[in-house]
């Protein structure tokens, strides 16, 4: 009597094991042939098997300014921003980073206008001077 409840009990957990294994097989042919789940399977491990969205946020560089001061450039839907963390407040040093439109050749291009224009000063004159 003994040994036929362990028979059924040894059954019992056979196809348990069985149905596990079948199971995890099923998973993965239906993730890696089509990279998310057929159609028999509940909406539940779809969230897990189904297609991943689009990044959208990445880290692109850093560099460390000192012990504490660290610069990230950071890009967000194709659009990157320079940020300085690590010291009293983080600052955004810069944003709208993006590709430079190329130019056509033949194009003039100026140059940054100057803020402060002061004409230049002949040797040993002085600031009142004129």
């Known amino acids: 009597m003994e040994f036929l409840a362990s028979l059924i009990y040894a059954l019992v957990l056979l196809a348990f094991i069985i149905g596990l294994i079948y199971l995890a097989a099923l998973f993965a042919r239906g993730y890696l042939t ?13 969230r897990f098997f189904g297609p991943k969205p689009e990044r959208r946020l990445a880290v692109v560089d850093q560099a460390n ?3 504490r001061r660290r610069l990230v450039l950071v890009r967000r839907d194709d659009v990157e921003h320079l940020i300085m963390t690590g010291g009293p407040v983080d600052v955004v040093i810069e944003t709208g980073i993006g590709e430079q439109p ?4 033949g194009e003039v291009v100026q140059g940054p206008t100057p803020v402060y224009t002061a004409q230049p000063r002949a040797v040993g004159q002085g600031s009142g001077e004129s």
Do not use: P
Not at 34 to 46: A, I, L, W
């Open 65 to 67: 300014v000192d012990g």
């Open 102 to 105: 190329v130019r056509q050749a």
């Open 34 to 46: 089509t990279g998310s789940m057929s159609g028999s399977v509940s909406s539940v491990t779809m």
